[in-house]
C-alpha cells in the first residue's frame, strides 16, 4: 500500500499562484510515477501533470503548460505541483497519484490521496 497526503491548497484570485504538496508514504517501488489530476464539480476527473521516475520528465494537460510545473523530490517521496497565473476554470479538487507508469486516464493510476481544494476567485 501507497498513502498520499496533498497539503497547499485553498482560495487565490485570479493571477495569482500556489504550490501544491504530495507525500508518499508506505510501500514505495523503486521506479514509479507520480501525477495530479483535478476533478471540479459535475465533471469528471481530468489529468493535469505527470513526472516519470527516471529520467524525471514532465507531461502537462495543454490548459495549464506553461503556468504549472511539476517537479519531484525523491529523497523525501514528495511531488510539488507550482501553479502559476491561476484561472476560475483552476478552481477544483486536485488529487495526487502514484503508478508504475505515466497514463492520462485516472484507471491508469493506482493509489490516490483524498484530494485538496483549490478555489480561485474572479
Known amino acids: 500500500q501507497v498513502q498520499l497526503v496533498e497539503s497547499g491548497g485553498g482560495l487565490v484570485q485570479a493571477g495569482g499562484s500556489l504550490r501544491l504538496s504530495c507525500a508518499a508514504s508506505g510501500r514505495i517501488f523503486s521506479s514509479y510515477a507520480m501525477g495530479w489530476f483535478r476533478q471540479a464539480p459535475g465533471k469528471e476527473r481530468e489529468f493535469v501533470a505527470a513526472?516519470?521516475?527516471?529520467?524525471?520528465?514532465?507531461y502537462y494537460e495543454d490548459s495549464v503548460k506553461g503556468r504549472f510545473t511539476i517537479s519531484r523530490d525523491n529523497a523525501k517521496n514528495t511531488v510539488y505541483l507550482s501553479m502559476n497565473s491561476l484561472k476560475p476554470e483552476d478552481t477544483a479538487v486536485y488529487y495526487c497519484?502514484?503508478?508504475?507508469?505515466?497514463?492520462?486516464?485516472?484507471?491508469?493510476?493506482?493509489?490516490w490521496g483524498q484530494g485538496t481544494q483549490v478555489t480561485v476567485s474572479s
Open positions: 497519484t502514484n503508478g508504475p507508469r505515466i497514463g492520462y486516464s485516472p484507471g491508469s493510476w493506482n493509489y
Open positions: 513526472i516519470s521516475w527516471r529520467p524525471p520528465n514532465a
